[in-house]
């Protein structure tokens, strides 16, 4: 049992014992932490047994434990409404705060403002720090206080504050000397109600070498020109600002990591994005919404090689190419004329690096809506990307495997036919 001077840290987006910002203002309070993780069931409910990103979370989670153990702690391992749980807690415990690191997500704003009101009428305070981007979504904005919604303009102010803002990282070496003594026991995940599927993911931040390759070599799917950093920055496996100083002077890639601080700027202004066009006039388009196609998209059973390849790499492996991402949406949305809803929502459910912002604003970017998207004019023609960007069709025969026979699917739509129905299905949704 935790005594009345304990504070509890809660872990979320931010799975790690190094610059960790609640974490060092929770070790600066002076008080005994206790580090605490709540499985919720607001979440969880929905997500199938052998959901992969459960699995990455819960193995990050017994390597961290694995880790308090060495110094004579443990994880609070909870699951429930976190409501519910805090609930629990201080019926039983003696605990003055909570600290955490921030969500921006609009479940996680609601949630937050409700643990807010809950603990603050049973006097614990609720301390919450920016800890998964750089900047508080709210730190840039125009003169008028609004906020930007073209990326470059905002692009050039969040350069400005980098130069100007020396990049703190937070020290967290102290949490031996105020950690709780404890020995919580640490569930099976088939406790929690999943199976293990064993994935790993790399943790380590880029090799500047990498980093030095990154502009040449990112836009080609066979090759290792992308760092793999979306899943550990997603679940905060790693520290977005130990990455950003790893980054220093390559443009290009900080300019990357600037797109997923806009998105995340974008959905906390603009939280209707969820579930409608950031453009009003996108919600009156037709949309065709064929099932059966949409079943072929996401077995990857279109015809098209380089979309195909694209949805089968997702199936087996959780993640895809960023440039073969944008083909596959502009293949649903504008080939297909399938709503970028139903899209985003099979990302959502298989793309192991899921984060709302950027999917969403990925999707509404391909399909022409989104805040800072491309002309609803532009189709990509799968076929000149294929020859662009895997020439040799090096990442086609590896998902692809009968690319090169006969049995191979036929296109199931032309696409000179298919982008002109799209151009006019756009106009024409555009003079109502």
């Known amino acids: 049992m935790v005594g009345q001077h304990t504070v509890l840290f809660w872990f979320r987006r931010d799975l790690r014992l190094y610059d960790n910002h609640a974490l060092a203002k929770a070790i600066a309070s002076g008080k005994n932490v206790q580090p605490i993780f709540i499985f919720d069931e607001n979440i969880i409910s929905e997500l199938p047994a052998n959901d992969r990103r459960i699995s990455l979370i819960y193995n990050q989670l017994k390597l961290i434990n694995a880790d308090l153990l060495k110094i004579g702690a443990s994880f609070r391992i909870l699951q429930g409404n976190p409501k ?3 609930g629990e807690l201080l019926a039983t415990e003696n605990i003055s705060a909570v600290y955490a690191n921030e969500d921006y997500e609009p479940y996680g704003r609601k949630r937050d403002e409700e643990i807010t009101e809950f603990l603050s009428r049973e006097n614990v305070a609720f301390h919450l720090f920016t800890d998964h981007q750089l900047f508080h979504p709210a730190a840039i904005q125009k ?14 102010q969040w350069l400005i504050k980098l130069e100007q803002t020396a990049i703190e990282n937070y020290d967290v070496s102290d949490l031996h000397n105020v950690i709780v003594s404890s020995n919580y026991r640490f569930p099976a995940i088939e406790e929690i109600g999943f199976k293990n599927t064993s994935d790993a993911w790399q943790m380590q931040l880029p090799h500047r070498d990498k980093l030095f390759e ?21 679940f905060g496996f790693v520290s977005i600002r130990q990455l950003m100083q790893q980054a220093a002077g390559f443009d290009k890639y900080v300019s990357e990591l600037g797109w997923r601080e806009f998105y995340s700027m974008i959905l906390y202004h603009f939280p209707h994005i969820v579930h409608r066009s950031f453009k009003a006039k996108y919600d009156n388009i037709p949309w065709r919404n064929n099932e059966e196609e949409f ?12 979309v195909d390849a694209g949805m089968r790499e997702l199936a087996e492996t959780g993640f895809m190419h960023n440039r073969v991402r944008m083909i596959v949406a502009s293949f649903l949305t504008k080939h297909l004329l399938i709503d970028w809803r139903w899209g985003e929502a099979w990302f959502a459910e298989k793309l192991l690096d899921y984060e709302l912002a950027s999917n969403n604003g990925g999707w509404q970017w ?3 809506s989104g805040c800072d998207a491309v002309p609803y004019f532009r189709i990509f023609n799968p076929t000149l990307q294929t020859q662009k960007f895997d020439p040799k069709l090096e990442y ?3 998902w692809v495997s009968e690319v090169d026979q006969s049995t191979y699917s036929k296109p199931m739509v032309e696409h000179k036919y298919a982008r002109e129905r799209a151009l006019e299905t756009y106009k024409r949704a555009f003079k109502f």
């Open 214 to 234: 990154y502009d040449r070599k990112r836009d080609f799917p066979a090759l290792d020109g992308t760092t793999r950093m979306s899943i550990p920055l997603r």
């Open 295 to 306: 079943s072929r998209w996401k077995a990857g059973e279109t015809g098209y090689p380089i």
């Open 143 to 156: 003169k008028d206080n609004s906020p930007y919604t073209v990326f470059s303009p905002w692009k050039r």
């Open 84 to 86: 519910n749980v805090f």
């Open 366 to 368: 391909a399909a022409g």
């Open 396 to 398: 086609v025969r590896k």
